[in-house]
């Protein structure tokens, strides 16, 4: 069945990097746009990153254009969020998907604070 395994969150302070992961199974990865969403307390989810199958094209939610980059591993069926210029109002639970095809995962926790 399909599997979205995310990973590499944890507490960083502002202005630090982290690089989230996206372990996916059961689906031909190869052949998906993927995206990273993510959920603040209390908010909606909402889109972050998207990479086109190839990984030839990406887009970015403004609020992180030029500080996050989206990249893929299609041989690791894996898609990663590098996140540096971290700011308190990135603190969310991130998520992987395919424009909301597959299961949810799990999540992973960043959480931005001094």
């Known amino acids: 069945q399909v599997q979205l395994v995310e990973s590499g969150g944890g507490l960083v302070q502002p202005g630090g990097s982290l690089r989230l992961s996206c372990a996916a199974s059961g689906f031909t990865f190869s052949s998906y746009a993927m995206n990273w969403y993510r959920q603040a307390p209390g908010k909606e989810r909402e889109l972050v990153a998207t990479?086109?199958?190839?990984?030839?094209?990406?887009n970015y939610a403004d609020s992180v254009k030029g500080r996050f980059t989206i990249s893929r591993d299609n041989a690791k069926a894996t898609v990663y969020l590098q996140m540096n210029s971290l700011k308190p109002e990135d603190t969310a639970v991130y998520y992987c998907n395919a424009w909301g095809r597959f299961p949810w995962g799990q999540g992973t926790r960043v959480t931005v604070s001094s």
């Open positions: 990479i086109t199958s190839t990984g030839g094209s990406t």
